[in-house]
Nanobody, 120 residues
């Protein structure tokens, strides 16, 4: 079993910045990919950014150049630095851990989500 605990969400003005963090804990050996998805009201959940254990990063076109994903393999933590934020970035942001090799079970896991609101 893997637990993902997110932090760093909140209210920010347009053009502002926020940093999200997500720490994975539990009984596991490795996590292949960690990343972030988001879901705005009335919309489907969408990929924001992911990062593999080898350092490969993937970003949604809408956040390229504004958001940066990073990962601490030792701490099993993934970060999302969000700059030049826009109202359309408002959503619940979910942390994900994919390709987890656990002590007793393997698979993909999701965090509970953290609200990010971009507004005056």
């Amino acid at each position: 079993q893997v637990q993902l605990v997110e932090s760093g969400g909140g209210l920010v003005q347009p053009g502002g910045s926020l940093r999200l963090s997500c720490a994975a804990s539990g009984r596991f050996f490795t996590i292949s990919v960690m990343g972030w998805y988001r879901q705005a009201p009335g919309k489907q959940r969408e990929l924001v950014a992911t990062m593999s254990s080898g350092g490969y990063r993937k970003y949604a076109d809408s956040v390229k150049g504004r958001f940066t994903i990073s990962r601490d393999i030792v701490l099993n933590t993934v970060y999302l630095e969000m700059n030049s934020m826009r109202p359309e970035d408002t959503a619940v942001y979910y942390c994900t851990a994919e390709g987890v090799v656990g002590v007793q079970a393997s698979g993909d896991y999701w965090g509970q989500g953290t609200q990010v609101t971009v507004s005056l």
